[in-house]
């Protein structure tokens, strides 16, 4: 927990609640330990639609479908989101969730399945765009994702990335850091170094859930 968890508690407690379908497929994501965006993530990305009204979006890492859904509540109509998932447990769950007809703004979604390098590299050859990028996959490929990610990313364009705190760790020493652990750790503090320093975006890193960065191009 990187913020005071009475703090988190009591924001979560403002938000307002999840509609009927995603506040059961969270739970059932919850109680089976499949990782989804938290609550407080929730609240900012929201937010980020809402003022963005982005019409092209680029999600890496579907997982169970559950963020894909979330941002297809709170998009206009004319909305489109692609969304990326290669691990094949997932997959079988996301393309039945997407599937579902009791979510009603599942026809903006498209899956692509495949590994998250692979389906960039396709997209970009596609000369695919989009006006809003969410990251949330496995934390040690953000790099070697960036620059498929800036090619992909419209000028004034959102990059938002998760997970990227790693629970506060993020700040330790690599010798503080287990071993199998310290690849990831590297990989992802290169990663904010990047972000943070490039000419062409503008990036605030926020403390909520386990990280987010909000990265604007310029």
């Known amino acids: 927990m990187i913020v005071d968890e009475r703090i988190t508690a009591y924001i979560n407690s403002l938000e307002m609640e999840l509609s009927p379908e995603l506040l059961s497929l969270e739970k059932e994501a919850l109680e089976h330990h499949v990782p989804i965006i938290k609550k407080e993530t929730q609240g900012v990305l929201k937010f980020l639609l809402r003022l963005q009204q982005p019409k092209r979006i680029l999600e890496v890492g579907t997982a169970i479908g559950f963020s894909a859904l979330f941002m297809s509540e709170y998009t206009r109509n004319n909305c489109t989101i692609t969304t990326i998932e ?48 969410f990251l949330d996959a496995a934390k040690a490929q953000y790099m070697s994702f960036l620059p498929e990610l800036m090619k992909l990313l419209d000028d004034r364009g959102l990059l938002v990335t998760d997970n990227v705190l790693q629970d506060g760790t993020v700040t330790n020493s690599r010798y503080s850091i287990t071993r ?33 960065a909000l990265s604007y191009r310029v």
């Open 86 to 133: 290669k691990v094949p447990m997932r997959l079988v769950e996301a393309e039945k969730n997407l599937s579902n007809t009791i979510f009603r703004h599942k026809d903006k979604i498209t899956l692509r399945q495949g590994e998250g390098l692979e389906v960039l590299k396709a997209l970009v050859q596609e000369k695919q765009t989009y006006d809003f990028i």
């Open 180 to 212: 199998r652990d310290r690849t990831i750790h590297a990989r992802m503090r290169e990663y904010l170094y990047t972000i943070t320093h490039m000419e062409e975006l503008e990036t605030a890193i926020l403390p909520v859930g386990d990280g987010i």
